[in-house]
């Protein structure tokens, strides 16, 4: 494995400048639905409003309740922030194959988020905030639930493309000319209704409801703690934006050979990142019990039949 890629491009310092790049493009696009200015300060429009408040948390003063688990807080923020870090190194950005890929390395992405429930359980049994507990456990269901619903929208590419492999996927669809979301559109919509959850977006912000806690399962992380939660969170927006991408949309390959792959890549994540952006505008908020019916009454139904139909189209 090449250090200098780990490190530099499509490593670490790139998904960083492209996680802070996405989450100004989420609140600049979703403001200026709401005619309003969204991040103003500092550049031009604020391009670096993100990259200064996480600069300003970490300077911000460590804080925590006396009777709290305060290595337990003091690692999540940690281990959380290495799920969605792994996940992007099996995820094909400036060229067919990723960083690190083998057969299976889609269902282990897929598998590395769902992680996350696990280590926000643990943060609810170290909370001494009832309230906050409830808000970890609420978040906690959600994330399972949706991991359940993105693995079986996952099954179409895979059943296409005769591998479990994103990089595969992606082959396959570059060797072929043609993207899987033509083939399987249904899977598409309910894998992007599964990132939105996954994201805590609304309608599926169900944590962060104005009756609840502020901040849901977060509310307990003070100023580099929250730095790096929130980081996790731009991290899993690029790396939602990234597989599906790759799965159904070709990834970093074009029909014009010369343009770089990561030039083809943004052209294809970025409108995905608007499109959630416009979504979570468009849509109010679902209660839990509502979320959860609908999921496995009718998207899984379909995310199902999707995965049918295609195993008998590729018999």
Known sequence: MDILGLIIYPGL??????????EWLDRRFSTGMHSKDGPICFDWHGLLQSLTDFARLLAKEVMAPRVVGKHILTGLPILILTLPLIALFLVPMG?????????????????????LAILIFIDERSSANRSSAVDDFRAAVRTLHCEVLLVTAALGPAIAAGSLSISRIVQWQAT???????????GFSIAVLAVIAELEKVPFDISQVETGTIAGWRAEFLGRRLALVRLVHDLELVLTAAL?????????????????????????????????????????????????SALWKHLMVLAILQVIILRLLFW
């Open 13 to 22: 310092t790139f998904l960083l400048a492209l996680a802070w790049f996405y």
């Open 176 to 186: 072929n000319g043609l993207w899987i979301f033509f083939l399987t559109p249904i």
């Open 244 to 292: 599906l991408t790759d799965l159904f949309l070709g990834g970093p390959s074009g029909p014009i050979s010369i343009i770089p792959g990561i030039i083809w890549f943004l052209i294809k994540a970025t409108p995905i990142v608007l499109f959630l952006s416009k979504l979570r505008v468009l849509f109010n908020r679902f209660r839990i019990g509502q979320m959860i």
């Open 95 to 115: 060229g067919i194959g990723s960083l690190v890929n083998f057969e299976g390395d889609l269902i282990f992405a897929v598998v590395i988020m769902g992680f």
